[in-house]
């Protein structure tokens, strides 16, 4: 008993000995972590590492350093007033042409809201152009139609219902002009070749989750790419008529054509860019039954009228902002 309790009050200091050093350690630890933490924010600061707002007003100084915005819609006002919206507020865009292919000629409202809207965002007295690029017709060939008095060679094609941030954008830009013969895009898919015995020769479309699973593509779509002003004409007159009449026909596969007529002229695979999608609307075609059927039918016939040779070519590099690389 006296032994005991003795030895008790021994023990509650050792405990309360190894309790304070433990402390200690810990902060030591979160003193570290915080220091590092500093430096490596402040570190570029420190070095002179910045690139200042004159860098940034000096990249995009002239209109063939800055890119256009092609934006497909369709009877869709509120999404198409939504992402206009946003568009307007990065900073590389020169101007944007919204593809009209409704009976009716685009509403006063929607007309004067969107005027405002450009007026709102315009900064250094340099205003976005805002042009509606009116289609008698209701054609997914209207989407690529050549675009007169255009200021930039890089167009940046989207859907009304996706949203990206202006960083994002900005950054494939960049990429966009370090290769402007191909298309940098952010959906990937891929055109596998079909196993089976009796289908020699054809090819199969990939969707997003073979993509995901090889990491290997052949196309990005025009939903979210950018590409060069040159391609619209060469879409347009120079791509074989049945190719344009099988699209407009089966309201389906604009994009997949455009990735051939960008491979077959540049001969190089397109460039995959790392980056958040926002989707305001709801549903796309992609959700509908067989999709994926017609879309693998499109690319054997284009192939067909390519002569028999594919032109598509498979790619496995993915740009990623380095800045959002943690590790070397
Ligand atoms: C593909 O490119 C080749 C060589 O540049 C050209 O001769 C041919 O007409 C192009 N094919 C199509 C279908 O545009």
Known sequence: MRGSSLRRPVMIQRLRQIAVTIKIKHLLCCCIVLAFVLFATRASN????????????????????????????????????????????CMGVESIHIVW?????????????????????????????LR?????????????????????????????????????LEFAFT????????????????????QAQEEMGKYIYGGWW????????????????????????????????????YVS???????IAMSFVVANVSGAPPVWVKGRIYEIGSGGISSLGGHSERRSKCVNTFVEE???MMPLVRSTVKAVDSRHLWFW
């Open 101 to 129: 292919s409704e009976p009716d000629p685009p509403p006063d409202s929607l007309v004067a809201f969107l005027q405002r809207t450009v007026k709102e965002n315009s900064r250094n007295d340099r205003e976005i152009k």
């Open 46 to 89: 420190l070095m002179g590492w910045t690139s200042d707002d004159d860098a940034t007003a000096l990249r995009y100084s002239t209109p063939r350093k800055r890119y256009a915005i092609l934006m497909n819609t369709w009877k869709r006002h509120d999404l198409l007033k939504q992402s206009i919206s946003h568009y307007t507020t």
């Open 132 to 168: 509606f690029e009116m289609n008698k017709e209701d054609s997914l060939n209207n989407r690529f139609k050549e675009i007169k008095n255009l200021n930039t060679d890089a167009i940046f094609s989207v859907d009304d219902d996706v949203i990206f941030a202006c960083s994002t």
């Open 306 to 308: 390519y002569g028999g």
């Open 210 to 245: 073979s993509v995901w699973w090889t990491g290997t593509y052949s196309m990005v779509l025009s939903k979210a790419a950018f590409f060069h002003s040159k391609y619209l004409g060469i879409y347009t007159h120079h791509m074989p008529a049945s190719i344009r009449n």
């Open 175 to 194: 990429v966009w002009q370090s290769a402007s013969e191909t298309m940098v895009g952010f959906v990937p898919r891929m055109h596998w070749i079909d």
């Open 249 to 255: 026909k089966n309201r389906n596969c604009e994009d």
